[in-house]
């Protein structure tokens, strides 16, 4: 029915017009031993969510909420450079088939003109050394109208639509991002991390470039200096220490 172009991703797609949340049901079925390559697909959902329990906006037909399931044989620690990696497929679709540049902001949004079209919920599932499995949750705002983004986060959210002034075909962008998925990820059981993060640095901040974050703790200026092998964020402090960060807010810095 989908005519995807894929070998393993989306040999089993479930597909729901009007569900709370893809992620839920992704987590059940991967429960009950769905296979990897699992996708749950929704027109709409009536309470998406995400990072940090945040409200995920998703209205009928105006963009993706999609949940893939994933079973890979790497160290739960290492499961952030799935996020990495989804960025960028989400990244290089945008690019390819848009007229508009995205860029990615650490760890997992995408954003076109500095405000957000897409964010990525990654949700494991490992007991001791081993990943059970692994939960992508992609949102990605396509046909939204500038009228159908909630008031309250206009300033800092929008879509491909708004920024481009062109419709896109949610279906074809769905095939689009799973065929470059499945491309990255096989290429990366092969070739690794450092492929994802070459890639992840063509959109992502420049190393050099100033940045603002916060972190549940405290607030400060910094330099962009990387990405770790775990997807942490590398950055270099006034006094020259270089901090890793696993969770933070991070803003460019305007003077
Ligand atoms: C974020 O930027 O905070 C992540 C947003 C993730 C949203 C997607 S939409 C499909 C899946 N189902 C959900 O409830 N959330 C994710």
């Not at 989306?10 to 597909?15: E, L, M, T, V």
């Not at 901040?205 to 964020?233: H, P, V, Y």
């Amino acid at each position: 029915k989908w005519g995807l172009n894929t070998s393993w991703l989306g040999s089993k797609i479930i597909h729901k017009e009007s569900t709370p949340s893809t992620q839920v049901i992704a987590h059940q079925l991967a429960q009950e031993g769905s296979p990897h390559g699992t996708i749950v697909l929704a027109d709409e959902q009536t309470s998406g969510r995400g990072r940090l329990n945040r409200e995920w906006f998703s209205s009928k037909g105006k963009g993706i909420w999609m949940s893939i399931i994933l079973r890979p044989e790497i160290l739960p620690y290492l499961a952030p450079q799935l996020t990495l990696l989804t960025a960028t497929v989400l990244a290089e679709v945008v690019q390819k088939n848009t007229t508009v540049t995205p860029m990615i902001k650490w760890p997992n949004d995408i954003l076109i003109n500095k405000k957000k079209t897409a964010g990525i919920l990654t949700e494991m599932q490992a007991e001791q050394d081993q990943i059970q499995y692994v939960i992508i949750g992609i949102g990605m705002n396509i046909n939204q109208t500038k009228e159908d983004i909630p008031i309250e986060i206009q300033s800092k959210a929008t879509s491909l639509r708004v920024e481009s002034s062109e419709k896109h075909s949610i279906k074809q962008f769905i095939h689009l991002i799973l065929e470059e998925f499945e491309k990255a990820y096989d290429s990366y059981l092969i070739n690794g991390f450092p492929e994802v993060k070459k890639k992840w640095e063509r959109y992502g901040f420049k190393i050099g470039e100033s940045i603002s974050i916060t972190t549940l703790r405290d607030q400060f200026q910094a330099i962009f200096s990387g990405i770790a092998e775990d997807g942490a964020l590398l950055v270099k402090q006034k006094d020259g220490e270089i901090k890793k960060l696993y969770s933070a807010e991070i803003e460019w810095f305007k003077d």
